[in-house]
């Protein structure tokens, strides 16, 4: 864990999610690998992250893409070799480019020869390193748990003659954390990567990893997360992290999906010494309708502006939050929460100054910095994601019309954020040179891709260049500003589509303002004085040019035209303000001290 006076690399510095199979190929069979992040090292480089974060890599039958690992300590050859792994470590050392690897360590793949021997032989080294019962007493499975993937979370194992527990698909036994030895074998994997020159590691679900005594029946409308005990899923991670104490930098992110508040609190403030940070997931349900994640409805900016200020609430202090607003789990950001259709250039860069401006980490999903967007995904054939498909087949069987069910779960499914990056126009929109992409690419990768947007410059409108250069820009003005690293975080507006906060501390301010929609909104008096007071070169960030001087002379009259402020849609910017002036629209907004 870092010394507080000093400011980690992981508070400085944004990280980059890359999901490997999608990211770039370089032996043509169409998915993506080590060598192809190699080469692409240098455009993380020049976008100005500090950390990449790969999805697995290791040793997999793809069941769930690779979150369902065979083996721990061998990279899978879909993605290369371990040399190459060595190779990769290195190279991204030289620029500069911490390495983050995915350990999905709450379930292994059935495959993993622990489950085989756990299974063949019970009384065995490996016979408790997975969650094995007997049936209960009416022969089913012993509780009414289900999957995250849809079906009972239970498996009936006729070799062993006992159930055994997968929270997520049966290929995904969950490991027995209560078991000393899987713990143990567990930090020696870690040790393993580290000693090979890995900075730290993504950890997957990892507040699941032990559940409640005696595995009770959930109540009726039970959360799959209602199961666990925290307190013990706190001492694992701190066993863990104390497991490893020749690497004191380690830096540990944790995937916490409905994570009790207290909890998130907890196991990341520094004095307790487990996590670093926590994935939270409230923000990226906002959309959820009353059948949950395949019931979407619209999302709206208050709600996610209000559930991403308590998030910055729970981890304020001691605490520190992470910023991801899409995954390779979700759907696409500016299809999601922008407006991909009329403002899709704009409306990713409101976002991304809006969001990543906030206190905590930055992790942008590889793509969203040119704006990615959802696929079409018009058959159920598209829909290859299990936890996808299962979830559209689910709701054919509960009686959804299959064009209903299409139709909803196509809008959240995990394909959405898993088709390849695109880098170029050319065929196969530069991901594989002469190979099938083991996904098609969206179809407007001829327009929306890396390098269409490399020849722009910050300054240029991102309506028309696409964001890239204003990802760019964001990310070092955020790097550059200590407040913008080390502020705290002081909501003004978040119940309008026009939001607003400060970041100060003890010597300047930042104001954010942003429209987060697709209409001209009426700004507040107290924030139209303080954008028209600001000098220029306080003006640190803008989507649009915001203020009649800089919009030159046609819009200086319709600006001063208006009755009232209005901000253009997807306007936003952050400019510097005195303390003293943060003060007074604190006041403003009644939220002084
Ligand atoms: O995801 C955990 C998880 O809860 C997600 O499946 C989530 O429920 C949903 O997909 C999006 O809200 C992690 C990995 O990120 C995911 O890719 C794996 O499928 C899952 O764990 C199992 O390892
Ligand atoms: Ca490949």
Same mark, same amino acid.
């Given at each position: ?275 670093? +940070?926590?994935?939270?997931? #409230? ?7 009353? %059948?949950?994640? /395949?019931? =979407?409805? !619209? &999302? @709206? ?119 390849? +990056?695109?880098?170029?126009? #050319? ?7 002469? %190979?099938?992409? /083991?996904? =098609?690419? !969206? &179809? @407007? ?149």
């Amino acid at each position: 864990m870092q010394d507080s006076t000093v400011v980690p690399w992981w508070k400085e510095s944004a990280i980059y999610h890359i999901y490997p199979r999608s990211f770039q190929d370089t032996n043509g069979d169409g998915v993506g690998d080590l060598p192809g992040i190699i080469r692409r090292l240098p455009y993380l480089r020049d976008l100005g992250v500090g950390a990449l974060w790969m999805g697995p890599v290791f040793r997999s039958p793809q069941v769930d893409n690779g979150y369902d690992v065979s083996d721990y300590r061998d990279i899978d050859p879909l993605f290369g070799t371990p040399t190459d792994m060595d190779r990769l470590i290195a190279h991204a050392h030289d620029l500069g480019i911490r390495v983050l690897l995915d350990l999905v360590f709450n379930h292994s793949s059935n495959q993993h020869r622990w489950f085989q021997a756990s299974t063949t032989d019970p009384d065995g080294p490996y016979g408790s390193y997975y969650i094995w019962r007997d049936p209960a007493a009416d022969g089913g499975p012993p509780n009414n748990w289900r999957s995250f993937f849809g079906g009972p979370a239970w498996s009936w194992e006729s070799t062993r003659g006992q159930y055994y527990l997968h929270l997520f698909a049966p290929e995904q036994p969950d490991l027995n954390w209560e078991h000393p030895p899987v713990r143990a074998a567990l930090a020696d994997v870690a040790r393993f990567w580290l000693e090979r020159g890995v900075d730290g590691f993504r950890m997957d679900v990892i507040n699941m990893i032990s559940k409640r005594d005696g595995l009770p029946d959930l109540p009726p409308n039970g959360d799959l997360v209602d199961i666990i005990d925290e307190d013990r899923v706190l001492r694992y991670l701190q066993e863990f992290r104390a497991a490893l104490p020749e690497f004191p930098e380690l830096f540990l992110v944790g995937e916490t999906p409905h994570v009790s508040p207290d909890f998130a609190r907890r196991v990341t403030a520094r004095e307790t010494a487990a996590l670093d +940070m926590v994935l939270l997931f #409230d923000h990226v349900e906002v959309d959820n309708g009353p %059948g949950g994640r /395949w019931d =979407p409805v !619209a &999302p @709206d900016p208050p709600r996610l502006a209000g559930t991403v200020a308590a998030q910055q609430q729970i981890l304020a202090g001691s605490s520190w939050p992470s910023l991801y607003l899409g995954n390779h789990d979700q759907p696409r950001a500016v299809s999601r929460f922008g407006d991909a259709r009329r403002f899709r250039g704009r409306s990713a860069a409101a976002l991304a100054l809006w969001f990543y401006l906030h206190r905590g980490t930055p992790i942008v999903y590889q793509g969203d910095e040119i704006a990615m967007a959802n696929v079409p995904l018009e058959r159920a054939a598209d829909i290859v994601d299990i936890e996808s498909a299962n979830a559209l087949q689910e709701l054919v069987a509960a009686g959804v019309a299959p064009d209903e069910a299409l139709a909803r779960v196509r809008r959240r499914a995990r394909d959405n954020g898993r088709t390849p +990056m695109q880098w170029s126009a #050319d065929g196969g929109a530069g991901f594989t040179d002469d %190979g099938t992409p /083991w996904y =098609p690419p !969206a &179809p @407007d990768y001829p327009d929306w891709n890396v390098a269409a947007q490399l020849s722009a410059t910050p300054s240029d409108d991102p309506q028309s260049t696409g964001p890239l250069p204003f990802y760019r820009r964001l990310l070092s003005v955020r790097k550059d500003r200590p407040v913008l690293v080390r502020g705290d975080f002081l909501p003004l507006i978040t119940d309008t589509a026009v939001q607003a906060y400060l970041r100060r501390d003890g010597a300047t301010a930042v104001l954010v303002i942003a429209n987060l929609s697709s209409t001209a909104t009426p700004l507040a008096p107290v924030l139209a004085e303080a954008l028209e007071r600001a000098p220029a070169e306080a003006i640190l960030l803008s989507t649009t040019p915001i203020r009649a001087a800089e919009a030159g002379p046609e819009a200086a009259m319709t600006q001063a035209a208006r009755p009232s402020r209005h901000l253009d849609p997807w306007a936003a910017c952050a400019l510097e303000v005195p303390l003293a002036d943060a003060d007074g629209i604190l006041q403003a907004f009644d939220g002084g001290e």
